[in-house]
C-alpha cells in the first residue's frame, strides 16, 4: 500500500471543505437518512484519498467524486438490501419523508405544498430522483451528468424530462390523497 | 379602549410585554440541527429540554421600577397595563431561533425546546442561568450570577464573571472539549464515574478536590509569594504557577476548569 | 418541430442552456400547441419550485469526524498520555491510513521527514484555522488545542489566536487562546501584541491570564501597563493583586 503524505491530506481537508456540504445534500436525497448521509460522506473522502490516483486531471473533479459517491451509496444500498421502487408501487410505499411537513396550520399554503413536493420527490424511484438531484441541486452541467451516470448527454436531458413528468404525477396523486 | 399592539411579521413577534408573555416558535426545519440562542440583559434565564419539536418561550417582565417581588396591581376594568422599556423578541432563522429580553429591571425568561438543540445563553447582568436536559451543545455566559447545568449530555462551555458555575453531565461525548470558569465563585462539576477525560485545571486561590482518582502530570514547580491582602497586610501563600493536569480512567477529551477565587470541585456521580 | 422534439429541447430550456435559434424555435411550436405550453408552463413551475426546497446542512459531527481521521493520519506516536478518541470508521481504512505513516517511525534518518513535518505542521494549521471559525465554542476550543501544536514560526496561526484571545464572544475560547500563546514566547512580535491584547482585555480571568503569560515570556515592556492596572482602583481586585505581583516578578 502507497503510503499517504500529509501534503495529499492537506489537499484532502480543502477538497472537504469545498465540497462536503454538496456531497450531504446529495446523499440525504439519494438515501433519505441524514445518518446514513454522514456515514456515506466520510466513506466517500476516504475512497478518494484511496483512489487518488486514478483520478484523471481531464475530467472535471465533480465528476469523479459523484462517480465515487454513486459506488459508495451502492455498495451502502447493497448492503442494507434496498429495493428500488417502480413508480406505480409509490403508493404502497410508506416512505419516510427527511423533512416533515411544516408545523402550524396557518402556515402559507406555499409552505404546504413544499412538504408535498419534499414527499413526492422522495417517493421517486431513485435513478429519477438521482438526475433531479445533480442536475437541480448539485448545478451539474448535462454533461456532466452523463460523464458520471456513463451515457449520452442527449440521454441525461430527456430523463431529466420524464423525470419531472413522474414528479408531477406523484406530486399530483399526494395532494388528491391529502384532500380525500 | 386602549389596546396593546402586537406586531407580527411573519415569523418574528415583538411584543410589548405584559405578563406573562407565552410565544410558541417552531423551527424552519426540526429535523436538521437546531439552535436556540438567548440574549438576556437582566433577569434569569431557564432552559429545559422537553419531548416536543417547538420552542415555547415564556417572559415575566417585572413592573415598573421598584421592589422586585412587589406584586402587580391588577389593571383597571378595561385597561391594559403598557410595557416600559422592556423589549421582549422572539425570531426564527436558519433554524435558530433567538430570545431576547432587554429592559433594565429584569425579566425572567423560561423556555422549552426539543432536547437535542444546542443552546446558547448570554446574560449581562443576569441572576441565575439554569439549563437542564439538554443533549445538544450549551454554552452560557452570566456575569453576575450563577450557571447551573443539569443533565446535559452534549459539550458544555460555560462561564460567569462573579458566580458559581455548577455542572452535572449525564455523558461525556468522546470527541468534544469542554470548559468551565468563573473568576469569583465554585467551578463545582458532576461527572458519570466511568467517564473517561482529561483534566486541565487552575484555581488560582483556592484548592482542587475530587473524589476520582485523578492521575496527575508532574507540575511546575511552587513558589512562595508575598501578597498585601486588603487590610495591607502582608501574607504569605503557596502559588503553584500555572494550570495541573490530570486524568480519569484513562485520560479523554479534554475539559477546562478555570477560577480565579474560588474552589475547583469534580464530583463523580 | 415536432412535440416530440420540443420536449426534448425543455431540459436545456428549463436551466437556460438553449441555443439562440433552438429557444426560437421552440417558442414557436410553444404558441402554436396547447398541449406542449401547458406542460411547458407546468413541469416549468415544479422545476422552479425544487429549489425552493428547504436545504439539508450537515451536523457539526461530520466535519469533526473528518478531521479526526486526519488527526489520526498526521499524528506522530503520542508520547506522553493518549487521548481517547473514538474511531467511527472500519478498522480497516484506520490501518491504511496509519499503517503508511508507522514506517516513517522506524526510520528516524529518513530526510523526507523533514518535508513531512512540514506538511503535516501545515496540515495542522489548515485544521485550527478551519476549526477557529466554527460558530459552535467547544469546536473554536479544539481549534485553539490544535492551534497548540502548530509551529511557533507559523504567522497565521499566531494571527488567529491573537484573534481570538481579543475578539472571541467565548471567556472560555479567549482562555484556552492565551494558554495556546505561550508557545510562541519566542517570536518578538508576538510578545508586543500580547501585550497589546491586555490593553484591550476586559474579561478579569483573560486578563490575569495575560498578565501570566507576560510574566512568564518575561516581557519588561508590560511594565508601564501593569502598574497602570495596579493603580486602577475601578480595575477587579484580583487583577490589581496579580498586575502587583507581575512587576515584582518582573524585576
Same mark, same amino acid.
Given at each position: 500500500m502507497a503510503r499517504v503524505g500529509a501534503g495529499e491530506l492537506s489537499k484532502l481537508a480543502v477538497l472537504f471543505e469545498r465540497h462536503h456540504r454538496a456531497l450531504f445534500r446529495y446523499f440525504v436525497s439519494m438515501t433519505r437518512s441524514r445518518e446514513l448521509a454522514e456515514d456515506l460522506v466520510q466513506d466517500v473522502f476516504f475512497r478518494m484519498l484511496r483512489y487518488r490516483t486514478s483520478y484523471d486531471p481531464e475530467r472535471p473533479f465533480t465528476a469523479w467524486m459523484y462517480q465515487i459517491a454513486r459506488n459508495a451509496s451502492l455498495d451502502q444500498a447493497q448492503k442494507r438490501g434496498a429495493e428500488v421502487v417502480g413508480i406505480e408501487e409509490f403508493l404502497d410505499r410508506r416512505a419516510e419523508p427527511v423533512s416533515p411537513a411544516p408545523g402550524p396550520?396557518?402556515?402559507?399554503?406555499r409552505g404546504q405544498s413544499l412538504a408535498l413536493l419534499r414527499r413526492a420527490l422522495d417517493r421517486l424511484p431513485e435513478e429519477k430522483r438521482e438526475i433531479l438531484v445533480l442536475a437541480r441541486f448539485q448545478g451539474m452541467k448535462y454533461e456532466d451528468i452523463a460523464d458520471v451516470l456513463g451515457c449520452e448527454t442527449a440521454t441525461v436531458k430527456v430523463r431529466v424530462y420524464r423525470a419531472m413528468r413522474a414528479l408531477e404525477q406523484i406530486y399530483f396523486a399526494l395532494e388528491k390523497e391529502k384532500a380525500s | 379602549m386602549r389596546k396593546t399592539i402586537l406586531i407580527a411579521t411573519g415569523l418574528s413577534a415583538l411584543a410589548w410585554a405584559q405578563e406573562p408573555e407565552k410565544i410558541t416558535m417552531p423551527f424552519s426545519n426540526p429535523a436538521a440541527p437546531h439552535k436556540v440562542n438567548v440574549d438576556v440583559f437582566s433577569g434569569s434565564v431557564t432552559v429545559k429540554g422537553y419531548e416536543g419539536k417547538d420552542v415555547l418561550v415564556e417572559y415575566s417582565g417585572g413592573g415598573f421600577p421598584g421592589p422586585r417581588r412587589r406584586a402587580q396591581e391588577p389593571a383597571p376594568t378595561g385597561m391594559h397595563r403598557i410595557g416600559g422599556n422592556r423589549a421582549f423578541d422572539v425570531s426564527e432563522s436558519s433554524n435558530t431561533v433567538t430570545v431576547k429580553a432587554g429592559g433594565p429591571w429584569g425579566s425572567d425568561v423560561t423556555i422549552q425546546t426539543a432536547v437535542d438543540t444546542s443552546v446558547t445563553v448570554t446574560t449581562l447582568n443576569g441572576r441565575q442561568i439554569s439549563i437542564d436536559n439538554i443533549s445538544g451543545e450549551i454554552e452560557a455566559n452570566n456575569t453576575n450570577g450563577t450557571v447551573n447545568i443539569t443533565n446535559a449530555s452534549g459539550a458544555v462551555v460555560a462561564h460567569s464573571m462573579n458566580g458559581r458555575v455548577v455542572a452535572s453531565l449525564n455523558r461525556v461525548p468522546p470527541d468534544k472539549m469542554m470548559s468551565f470558569s468563573t473568576m469569583n465563585g465554585t467551578v463545582d462539576v458532576t461527572l458519570p464515574a466511568d467517564a473517561k477525560a482529561t483534566f486541565k485545571m487552575r484555581a488560582d486561590n483556592g484548592d482542587i478536590f475530587s473524589d476520582f482518582d485523578v492521575k496527575l502530570e508532574a507540575q511546575s514547580a511552587p513558589q512562595v509569594v508575598e501578597e498585601k491582602d486588603r487590610k495591607g497586610n502582608t501574607r504569605r501563600r503557596v502559588r503553584t504557577d500555572g494550570t495541573q493536569t490530570g486524568s480519569i480512567n484513562g485520560g479523554g477529551p479534554e475539559m477546562q476548569f478555570t477560577t480565579f477565587n474560588g474552589r475547583i470541585v469534580i464530583h463523580k456521580k | 418541430m415536432t412535440c416530440e422534439e420540443t420536449k426534448r429541447l425543455f431540459a436545456d430550456y428549463w436551466s437556460q442552456s438553449l441555443s439562440a435559434e433552438d429557444e426560437i424555435a421552440l417558442e414557436e411550436h410553444l404558441g402554436g400547441c396547447d398541449a406542449c405550453r401547458t406542460e411547458s408552463d407546468r413541469l416549468g413551475a415544479l422545476w422552479n419550485d425544487l429549489t425552493r426546497l428547504p436545504v439539508e446542512e450537515p451536523g457539526p459531527s461530520l466535519r469533526t469526524r473528518f478531521y479526526d481521521l486526519l488527526r489520526g493520519a498526521g &499524528?506522530?506516536? %503520542?508520547?506522553a498520555r493518549k487521548p481517547q478518541m473514538i474511531w467511527r470508521i472500519a478498522a480497516g481504512v484506520a490501518l491504511l491510513i496509519g499503517g503508511g505513516l508507522a514506517g516513517y517511525s522506524l526510520r528516524?534518518?529518513?530526510?523526507?521527514l523533514g518535508q513531512l513535518r512540514k506538511e503535516v505542521s501545515s496540515m495542522r494549521q489548515l485544521v485550527a484555522l478551519s476549526l477557529l471559525q466554527q460558530q459552535s465554542a467547544s469546536e473554536r476550543l479544539r481549534g485553539v488545542s490544535w492551534a497548540y501544536r502548530a509551529e511557533p514560526t507559523d504567522s497565521e496561526v499566531l494571527g488567529k489566536l491573537l484573534e481570538a484571545v481579543n475578539g472571541d464572544p467565548n471567556v472560555n475560547v479567549r482562555l484556552a487562546a492565551v494558554d495556546a500563546l505561550h508557545a510562541f514566547g519566542s517570536s518578538t512580535a508576538a510578545r508586543s501584541k500580547v501585550l497589546g491584547s491586555l490593553e484591550m482585555q476586559d474579561a478579569p480571568l483573560v486578563q490575569v491570564a495575560i498578565i501570566d503569560l507576560l510574566v512568564d515570556l518575561k516581557e519588561r515592556d508590560a511594565e508601564p501597563e501593569l502598574r497602570r492596572l495596579a493603580g486602577n482602583? &475601578? %480595575?477587579?481586585a484580583g487583577v490589581r493583586q496579580r498586575a502587583q505581583w507581575a512587576l515584582e516578578r518582573l524585576e
Open positions: 396550520e396557518e402556515r402559507a399554503s | - | &499524528s506522530h506516536p %503520542a508520547p528516524p534518518q529518513d530526510p523526507e482602583v &475601578s %480595575a477587579d
